[in-house]
């Protein structure tokens, strides 16, 4: 008896993806050579797995689409393997050049041993056996939660303050975790919480360096403007690296059903998107800034991963320039509008004219308000194009934040704040935790319940390894 098998080719990265990024995330997921992901990807159609059966191809097209890799497969006559032949084995780290002249990654199903599928097992792949494709499967939304209380989450901030006041800051690091925790454990998705399982000490260990360096930066930029000026320039070289180990520690102390997340992002990429582009962007005025908050996304996105999957982010930059249009267009308008009743308000101020400052109040109000709802539209913009792009395997998220119910969110908190003299910022907070949960949701293809399975089968398998030398949480 026969059945169709296929081979699968590779036919390059999907457009607007960056290459380098691809090849990390390929590398990340399949634990391959970086000099043999290399020769991968610049040849013009490697053979990545042969004779593999339709459902098994289709399962690999689709995890190397989420993370920017074109595959496609090509079909041959084959006896029908037996049942053992049918798992899904691994693609292995190797190259080889085969009678057609195509370079081969992996083996035959029927060329699988033991020690194989143990490596296989141990390396941070997502290929989900459980898990069908997406075609023909139920789609199912699940809403986010979020249960907070602005009175229980008051006293907790109260407590945090006082307690870092009398202690000259020391347990600001015990505040923070007891503020995630808070947060964290009461936002659920699919009635299961989200925990934080940082160790305090690990915060105040950041921290302590961090205040050691501004104490020091401090002094010598009043008594040795250069020594100061030396140390700023070295802060500055250092962000991207603060950057890529805060984000390190605090996903992989960020857990959902027992499952880690993880943070697989490089310094040097960090260096490209976080000061590179910046820098270029400036220099062009501006006009590059929609390309840099698309880098900087991606970047962070893509190179988080949930237990062993990486979640991926595709969008066109034409999102941003509309966005960055928008905002433009409309504040130029509104600030003429507000400025030219500001002016005729002060010309009132002129030499025998009724100086009543009174004419100015509403400009002043209305410059505030708009102020606000301008800081909406980018934050709820930006959210939107982040979240209703971004995809995990292939389940992804919805988003319908709104400018309008946002900036009313803003305005609200931002009174609150000023006439309680700050008390008010825990209920605050407890609010804009809860309108992000009721407009976000996770839209699961084929149930949930295999993806998880699967994930804590490949999450178990892979523990965490050596930790970084600096487990510690840098940011402020």
């Not at 990545?48 to 989420?66: F, H, N, P, Q």
Request: net charge positive.
């Amino acid at each position: 008896m026969s059945t169709e098998l296929y081979d699968l080719l590779f036919e390059g990265v999907v457009e607007g993806q960056d290459s380098e990024q691809v090849k990390a995330a390929f590398t990340q997921l399949f634990g391959v050579a970086s000099e043999k992901v290399e020769r991968i990807f610049s040849s013009k159609k490697a053979v990545l797995k042969t004779r593999v059966d339709g459902v098994i191809a289709e399962k690999y097209i689709a995890r190397l689409a989420s993370i920017g890799v074109i595959v496609s497969k090509r079909a041959i006559e084959a006896a029908l393997p037996t049942t053992a032949e049918l798992s899904l084995v691994p693609i292995e780290a190797k190259v080889e050049q085969n009678n057609s002249s195509e370079s081969e990654l992996g083996v035959d199903n029927s060329g699988t041993d033991k020690a194989t599928e143990k490596n296989f097992v141990a390396a941070p792949s997502a290929m989900h056996q459980t898990v069908a494709p997406v075609y023909g499967e139920d789609i199912r939304r699940i809403p986010f939660e979020f249960n907070g209380k602005g009175f229980e989450y008051f006293k907790i901030w109260i407590v945090n303050i006082l307690l870092s006041l009398i202690t000259l800051g020391i347990y600001s690091a015990w505040a923070k975790v007891r503020n995630k925790q808070y947060f964290y454990g009461n936002t659920s998705l699919d009635n299961i919480s989200f925990e934080y399982t940082a160790e305090p000490l690990k915060i105040l260990k950041g921290r302590l360096i961090a205040i050691a360096f501004f104490i020091a930066y401090s002094f010598f930029l009043k008594t040795s403007p250069m020594i100061g000026a030396a140390m700023g320039l070295l802060l500055f070289v250092l962000m991207p690296w603060i950057i890529v180990n805060s984000l390190k520690f605090n996903a992989r102390h960020s857990t959902y059903r027992n499952i880690n997340f993880r943070f697989v992002g490089s310094v040097r990429e960090a260096i490209k998107y976080f000061i590179l582009w910046p820098m270029l962007a400036i220099f062009t005025l501006g006009i590059l800034f929609p390309f840099v908050w698309k880098k900087q996304t991606s970047y962070v996105t893509s190179n988080h991963l949930y237990g062993a999957t990486s979640f991926t982010f595709d969008v066109s930059v034409k999102e941003y320039y509309k966005m960055l249009l928008v905002l433009l267009g409309v504040s130029v308008i509104v600030s003429g509008i507000i400025l030219y009743f500001f002016g005729s308000a002060l010309a009132d101020f002129k030499p025998g004219g009724a100086a009543s400052i009174s004419k100015a109040i509403p400009a002043i109000i209305a410059y505030l308000a708009f102020y606000l709802v301008a800081i909406a539209y980018f934050v709820v913009t930006k959210a939107n194009i982040h979240f209703n792009n971004t995809q995990l395997y292939l389940h992804h998220f919805k988003s319908n934040w709104s400018t309008g119910s946002y900036a009313l969110l803003l305005i609200t908190n931002t009174l609150g704040i000023l006439f309680t003299v700050g008390l008010f910022i825990p209920v605050a907070r407890i609010r804009t935790a809860a309108y992000k949960a009721t407009h976000m949701a996770f839209v699961v293809t084929g149930g949930v319940d295999n993806f998880i399975a699967a994930e804590q089968e490949q999450s178990n398998s892979l523990g965490e390894g050596v930790h970084d030398i600096f487990d510690i949480d840098i940011s402020l």
